[in-house]
């Protein structure tokens, strides 16, 4: 097939900003500048905005479930008159209504993100959502590839396309005081941190269980968790009654990532399930040492006593442990996080842009060849 122009409808149904809207918009950017036509069907919002202050072609569409089958019949019209070459959904939900939209709109091929590890191994699952209506599966990660793997999709529908990033992005940071003036950390105390969703997934309890454990020999360390989310009252609270109101705080959500990241001396991610972490590698190509659980696509972006540490999932002592090595071997803890510079490289945003169009490519010269 010949490298022509594509038009690309994208479809999310996320409200907040996550990273999986972080990815939708740098992917769009990519596949414009490469002459390539994109439509992002999305509910007003963060993405909205940014598509809009870019003059990136919105389509505003409310999903309220994954049985919303009125936002089904609505995309579909919009997919019936679009007439795009490939329709990408970009979440749970978008996948649920995205693929009924297009058995609407007469199977446009189909493409699905899939970037987070849950197990999708139910009988409802697999029949309505994994079963047919998709061409392929991007997996950010061979983890999440290997879940799909286990639930009985079948592998030849299943293509590994790592997230990626402006990893120049972060060559230069701003200056670190702002923040931990902010947030109150005296100078040469270190400051431990996320950034991350308040959700479930994240684990942030394990954080503040491992902070607790920390204050016994690091009674200097302070912690930050950058993020927002449905968990924030039960986080408040479980970090009020270990006794932690004066050693974590919790600043919110903020779109000053550099100065975020400056400000860490050790970054921290405490999932118990993770497709890959895109907030990893912003700190590994920020030259932050970073300390992560051993779940999902960590270990990809990860070699343990080599470019960082990683840990078991829910396991308070150990992710305590780890972050007490870093801070107490800074020259080891460099020396992991420059080795994390040079491959963090392997996660660019091009690489995801050229490995999307790759498979939109693959999709429809398989269309084509079905044609004939």
């Not at 994954?66 to 997919?79: C, E, F, N, P, V």
Request: charged residues 25%; glycine residues 10%; contains cysteine.
């Amino acid at each position: 097939m010949s490298a022509a122009a594509l038009f690309v409808c994208h479809v999310d149904t996320a409200r907040t900003w996550r990273g999986g809207q972080a990815q939708i918009l740098g992917l769009v950017r990519g596949l414009a500048t490469r002459g390539h036509r994109n439509l992002v069907v999305a509910p007003p919002g963060p993405l909205a905005d940014r598509l809009r202050a870019e003059s990136l072609a919105w389509h505003s569409l409310v999903a309220r479930n994954d049985l919303d089958l009125w936002s089904a019949w609505k995309l579909g019209r919009l997919l019936r008159r679009e007439r795009p070459d490939i329709v990408h959904l970009h979440s749970g939900r978008a996948h649920a209504v995205g693929t009924w939209a297009a058995r609407a709109a007469g199977r446009p091929p189909v493409v699905v993100s899939r970037r987070v590890d849950f197990d999708v191994s139910t009988p409802a699952s697999r029949s309505l959502k994994y079963g047919r209506g998709v061409d392929r599966f991007l997996c950010i990660s061979e983890g999440v590839r290997a879940v799909l793997v286990r639930a009985g999709v079948p592998a030849e529908r299943l293509r590994v396309v790592p997230s990626g990033i402006d990893v120049e992005r972060w060559a230069q940071l701003p200056e670190a005081g702002p923040w931990r003036r902010r947030l109150g950390v005296a100078d040469g105390a270190p400051l431990v941190g996320t950034i991350a969703a308040l959700a479930p997934h994240k684990d942030l309890f394990n954080l503040l269980a491992a902070a607790e454990r920390l204050a016994a020999v690091r009674p200097d360390a302070r912690w930050v968790v950058f993020g927002e989310g449905e968990l924030r009252a039960r986080l408040e609270a479980d970090r009020r009654a270990r006794g932690l109101e004066q050693r974590v705080a919790f600043p919110g959500f903020t779109e000053d990532v550099g100065a975020a990241l400056a400000a860490l001396d050790v970054f921290v991610l405490s999932s118990y399930l993770e497709g890959l972490g895109t907030s990893v590698l912003d700190a590994q190509a920020a030259g932050v040492p970073v300390v992560a659980t051993r779940v999902g696509g960590v270990p990809e972006m990860i070699v343990d006593g080599e470019s960082g540490w990683l840990v078991p999932p829910r396991d308070p002592e150990a992710l305590a442990a780890a972050v007490a090595d870093a801070l107490a071997r800074p020259e080891e803890a460099r020396r992991r996080a420059e080795r994390a510079r040079q491959t963090v490289r392997r996660f660019s945003l091009d690489a995801t842009v050229e490995g999307t169009l790759a498979v939109y490519r693959e999709v429809l010269a398989e269309r084509a060849g079905a044609g004939r």
